[in-house]
Nanobody, 122 residues
């Protein structure tokens, strides 16, 4: 099955930028959408951004719209999440996911990476 390896997290100050990377490998059926989710301590996992691998469609949660950008590099089979103007409320463990449909629902994604921690200090 497809495997996702997430990296790029770190500790930054409010207003700084980070770029997260999700390396995609392995075989999978009906894996045409990729997405980013995040989960802060004591909170439910929430949707961040999604796109189809062909780049025809992208969507973002309102909380990150205008600050975050999802993109992919086909030759390298890599998905990125560029995060600009980071805020303390962005602090969370970030997960890359792959599935059939580019939606905001966790249930539409069958494969998940291990996650990477992003901490934004005030």
């Amino acid at each position: 099955q497809v495997q996702l390896v997430t990296s790029g997290g770190g500790l930054v100050q409010a207003g700084d930028s980070l770029r997260l990377s999700c390396a995609v490998s392995g075989r999978a059926l009906l894996t045409y959408a990729v997405a980013w989710f995040r989960q802060a301590p004591g909170k439910e996992r929430e949707f961040v951004a999604t796109m189809y691998w062909n780049g025809a469609y992208k969507a973002y949660d309102d909380s990150v719209k205008g600050r975050f950008t999802i993109s992919r590099d086909n030759p390298k089979n890599t998905v990125w999440l560029q995060m600009d103007d980071l805020k303390p409320e962005d602090t969370a463990e970030y997960y890359c996911a792959a599935g059939r449909l580019a939606t905001s629902k966790e249930s539409d994604y069958g494969t998940w990476g291990q996650g990477t921690q992003v901490t934004v200090s005030s």
